[in-house]
C-alpha cells in the first residue's frame, strides 16, 4: 500500500458523514485550501451538496453506505455524531484514520454512558440515576425514592431538547418520556455555558472563550448565544480548564463542544458534549481568529491549532423557520440587516421551511456587547422566514 499523503496533497481525502449546515461550513472553511471534502448524506439538496462536488448520496446511518463511503478516504470525520459506528470501527482496523474514533462516539451518542463516563472520571455533573424504562421511574418515584422536580432525558436520539422533560410533581409522571432513560437532579442554574476545545493528535489543546446563552424569559427559549460570556476571568479560565479536562478525559482528536450549568453557588457543572462542531461556535467565523470549522480541519488533520482569541465580542442569532409557515423558504428583511454595522449573515440553503427550523444564523460583531445585543435584537425582529402559500 502506498504511504499516506500529505493532507494539501492533491491524492489526499478527507471526509466527513453528514451534509447539513455543519458539512457545508466544514466545505466552505476546507475551500480555503483548496482541500475536497467528500461527504456523506442523503440527498445532494441537502447544504453541504450546493459547494461540495464530492457529495454521495447515502445513509450515515446504515453500515454498508458509511464503509463504501470511508474505504476511499485517507481521514474521515463527522458532523453529526448518530452514525454507523461499527463501519467506523471495521474502516479504523483497514488504516482510515477515524476522528472521533467509534469508540469515544458510542460513548457520547448516549447520555446515560456520558454520565457514567463523567462520574467515573470524576468530572462535574448533576447527580443522576439510570432506568431501563418509565415504569421504572414510575415505581421509583413511588417508593420515594427521586424528589421533585426531576429532569427526565432519553438515552439516545434525544436534541435541541426534545427528549428532556421536567416532572414537578406525582401528578405529572403521566408525561414521563417512553424508553431508557436518565433522571438527574434540577439543577439551580445561574448561567448556561459552552466551551469548545480543539484537540490534535500530538495532544496540542486549544479552547475557544465560553459562550453564554440568553434566554429569553417569556418564551423559555434561546434567545442568543454571546461571547465573551458575562463570566469573572476566573471562570472562564475555570470553564475552559474543565472542558479541556473533559476533552483529554476522552481522548478526543477533533473538536469538543463541552455544554456546563454554572449553578447558583457558583459551581461548574458538565451537562454533555458533542465530538464535533457546534451551534455554540457559529460566531468563531466572524469573530475569532480561527474559526470552528478550520479548527476541525487542523485538529483532524494533526496540524498546528490556531488560535482561538477573539477579534471583537460577538452575538450570535439562529434563523429559526417562523411559525405556521411550512414550504419553500422566503427570506424577509434580509436587505435592512445587511445594512446594520457588523451583522454577518449565513444563510445554510434549506429549501423548505418549518416552524422552529434551523435555517441559518447571523453572527453581530461589535467592540461593545451591549450594542451587539440591540442589534441582535434588531436582526430578530426585521429577518423573518416564511413560505409562499
Ligand atoms: P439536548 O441534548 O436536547 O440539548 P440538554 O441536556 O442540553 O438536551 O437539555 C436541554 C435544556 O434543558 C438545557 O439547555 C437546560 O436548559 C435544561 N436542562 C437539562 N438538564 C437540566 C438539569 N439537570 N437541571 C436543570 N435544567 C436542565
Redesign the pocket.
Known amino acids: 500500500m502506498n504511504a499516506t499523503p500529505s493532507p494539501l496533497h492533491p491524492d489526499f481525502k478527507l471526509g466527513v458523514l453528514g451534509g447539513g449546515q455543519l458539512g457545508k461550513m466544514l466545505a466552505l472553511a476546507a475551500g480555503n485550501w483548496h482541500l475536497p471534502l467528500y461527504v456523506l448524506d442523503s440527498s445532494k439538496d441537502f447544504p453541504a451538496g450546493r459547494v461540495t462536488p464530492f457529495f454521495t448520496e447515502g445513509n450515515f446511518k446504515d453500515y454498508d453506505d458509511v464503509y463504501q463511503f470511508g474505504r476511499q478516504l485517507n481521514v474521515l470525520t463527522i458532523e453529526i455524531e448518530h452514525v454507523n459506528t461499527e463501519a467506523l470501527r471495521r474502516l479504523e482496523k483497514e488504516g482510515v484514520t477515524v476522528h472521533p474514533s467509534p469508540f469515544q462516539l458510542d460513548i457520547i451518542k448516549d ?1 446515560g454512558a456520558q454520565k457514567l463516563f463523567y462520574q467515573k472520571k470524576g468530572i462535574p455533573t ?1 447527580p443522576f440515576r439510570l432506568f431501563e424504562n418509565e415504569q421504572a421511574v414510575r415505581q421509583a418515584a413511588e417508593k420515594g425514592e427521586l424528589t421533585f422536580p426531576f ?1 427526565q ?1 432519553t438515552r439516545t436520539a ?7 422533560s ?1 416532572i414537578r410533581s406525582a401528578e405529572k409522571l403521566a408525561g414521563l418520556l417512553p424508553g431508557a432513560c436518565l433522571i ?6 445561574d448561567k ?1 455555558l459552552a466551551v469548545i476545545v480543539a484537540r490534535n493528535a500530538r495532544g496540542e489543546t486549544k479552547a475557544f472563550p465560553a459562550v453564554e ?1 440568553e ?1 429569553n424569559p417569556e418564551a423559555n427559549l ?1 434567545e442568543f448565544l454571546f461571547c465573551p460570556a458575562a463570566i469573572s476571568p476566573e471562570l472562564e479560565a475555570k470553564a475552559e480548564a474543565l472542558a479541556t479536562e473533559v476533552t483529554v478525559a476522552y481522548d478526543i482528536c477533533g473538536l469538543l463542544a463541552v ?1 456546563l ?1 454554572l449553578d447558583k453557588e457558583g459551581q461548574l457543572l458538565v ?2 458534549v458533542a465530538p464535533r462542531t457546534h451551534n455554540s461556535g457559529h460566531h468563531t467565523i466572524d469573530s475569532c481568529y480561527t474559526s470552528q470549522f478550520e479548527q476541525q480541519l487542523r485538529a483532524v488533520l494533526n496540524f498546528p491549532l490556531g488560535s482561538t482569541r477573539m477579534k471583537a465580542p460577538s452575538v450570535m442569532v439562529n434563523l429559526l423557520g417562523a411559525e405556521g409557515y411550512t414550504g419553500p423558504a422566503i427570506y424577509q428583511g434580509l436587505e435592512e440587516c445587511l445594512a446594520i454595522e457588523g451583522v454577518h449573515i449565513h444563510l445554510y440553503g434549506k429549501a423548505i421551511t418549518k416552524p422552529f427550523r434551523k435555517m441559518g444564523h447571523v453572527t453581530i460583531v461589535d467592540e461593545d456587547l451591549a450594542n451587539a445585543k440591540a442589534k441582535a435584537r434588531k436582526v430578530k425582529e426585521l429577518l423573518t422566514i416564511i413560505s409562499g402559500k
Open positions: 447520555k448533576a429532569v432525558k434525544g436534541y435541541d431538547g426534545r427528549g428532556v421536567v438527574e437532579k434540577q439543577v439551580d442554574i448556561e446563552m434566554f434561546v455544554e450549568f451537562n454533555e
